[in-house]
């Protein structure tokens, strides 16, 4: 059985403040609340931090957690509410089918693997050094992070029918009487859009980025440095394979997953919104 939760976290603490500033600190803070983790089963989580004075923690786990650690050092103990709520997640899933619509937030790492990188780094001048001495080894592709809004949100765009949802047009009322609809894509004019005969090739699309951030850290105080860059997309999606996206929910989207990454949580729509797109 799978569970998600979400934990209330104080950011004046000063052991939050250790875990809000280093995802290593909290994926090993999220790992102490399972008392164990099935083989092959993987521990998704996501750190919410839209009102940076009250930041939430979603974890998606194999079997059911316990977050004492994480409420009494982190959290707001002796508060009021659900300072850990924890939810049965197979009647999320039971509710997935084809032409479905859902809202949905995901924090994940755009990358495109390459192996001509523009700007190599040490580490990958290297490799490549050593490739070019031995003519019939191809080296290792590398993967490198998207770090523009545009590239990262192509990257959502072209990958999610193959994790079983695609993102419906934005739905926009028709113009009034004598007034002309602008343009959905930067090279459109007045003039030329919309023509029923040749829709745009980019229509405007339900999907936001709602944060973009570059993560930096050491794995240990010898060990090696990981940087990676995430960005936080809102929006709706229509789910189009059912048994794709329930993998891509159970096992995450993208790299870094340890880290925060890969976390795609649904909601429902309000009912107008969810049947805005036919």
């Not at 993208?254 to 919104?273: E, F, H, I, V």
Request: with cysteine; glycine share 6%; net charge positive.
């Amino acid at each position: 059985m799978t569970y998600l939760s979400r934990i209330r976290i104080n950011p004046l603490r000063a052991e939050s403040r250790k875990l809000l500033a280093n995802p290593r600190a909290m994926h090993a803070a999220v790992t102490g609340g399972i008392p164990g983790t099935p083989t092959g089963e993987r521990t998704l989580w996501r750190l919410d931090a839209d009102n940076p004075h009250r930041p939430h923690l979603f974890v998606l786990t194999p079997t059911k957690p316990d977050w004492t650690h994480l409420v009494e050092n982190a959290g707001w103990p002796d508060a009021d509410g659900d300072h850990a709520a924890i939810r049965d997640y197979t009647p999320l899933l039971n509710q997935l089918a084809t032409g479905r619509e859902f809202a949905f937030r995901l924090t994940a790492s755009p990358v495109q693997n390459t192996h001509t990188p523009i700007k190599p780094s040490t580490e990958q001048t290297t490799r490549l050094e050593s490739a070019d001495t031995d003519p019939g080894k191809r080296p290792r592709g590398f993967r490198l992070s998207h770090r523009t809004a545009a590239h990262q949100l192509h990257w959502l765009l072209t990958r999610a029918e193959k994790w079983g949802f695609d993102i419906p047009t934005s739905f926009t009322d028709p113009a009034a009487p004598g007034l002309t609809p602008a343009p959905t894509t930067p090279h459109a004019t007045p003039q030329n859009t919309p023509d029923p005969h040749h829709p745009d090739p980019n229509p405007a699309r339900e999907v936001r980025i709602r944060a973009r951030q570059r993560q930096s850290f050491t794995k240990n105080p010898s060990g090696r440095r990981v940087t990676f860059h995430t960005v936080t997309f809102e929006g709706h999606l229509r789910i189009t394979d059912p048994t794709q996206l329930t993998t891509h929910l159970l096992n995450g989207i993208g790299p870094q997953k340890a880290y925060g990454c890969g976390l795609l949580t649904l909601a429902p729509l309000p009912t107008r919104t969810a049947h805005s797109h036919g």
